[in-house]
Nanobody, 124 residues
């Protein structure tokens, strides 16, 4: 498993923006995809976005399409989540994840490694 460390969470007003970052510990990331999930209290872990490492093809959850953008930097083994037009319902702990599968359903079970999470709070 690869170690993942997230950063960039915080408190922001509705309509604002935040950028989350996640660094993978491997010298060269050997997985096939990295993604972001989020979990609010009492809720299941929800798929937010993912990127296929080699092709940069991106996927988004329905609730964030058009507002969030995932990207990656292979030279730094980093993945980013740019979050714009934030809403109070985006409040959650956001987790970075890495997977080695070739085919994904974008379920948490598809991913092998997880970060510790970073809190995002959007005030109304």
């Amino acid at each position: 498993q690869v170690q993942l460390v997230e950063s960039g969470g915080g408190l922001v007003q509705a309509g604002g923006s935040l950028r989350l970052s996640c660094v993978a510990s491997e010298h060269t990331f050997s997985g096939n995809a990295m993604g972001w999930f989020r979990q609010a209290p009492g809720n299941e872990r929800e798929f937010v976005a993912a990127i296929l490492w080699s092709t940069q093809i991106t996927y988004y959850g329905d609730r964030v399409k058009g507002r969030f953008t995932i990207s990656r930097d292979t030279s730094e083994n980093m993945v980013y989540l740019q979050m714009n037009s934030l809403k109070p319902e985006d409040t959650a702990v956001y987790y970075c994840a890495a997977g080695r599968r070739l085919v994904y359903n974008w379920s948490p079970d598809d991913f092998d490694s997880w970060g510790q999470g970073t809190q995002v709070t959007v005030s109304s």
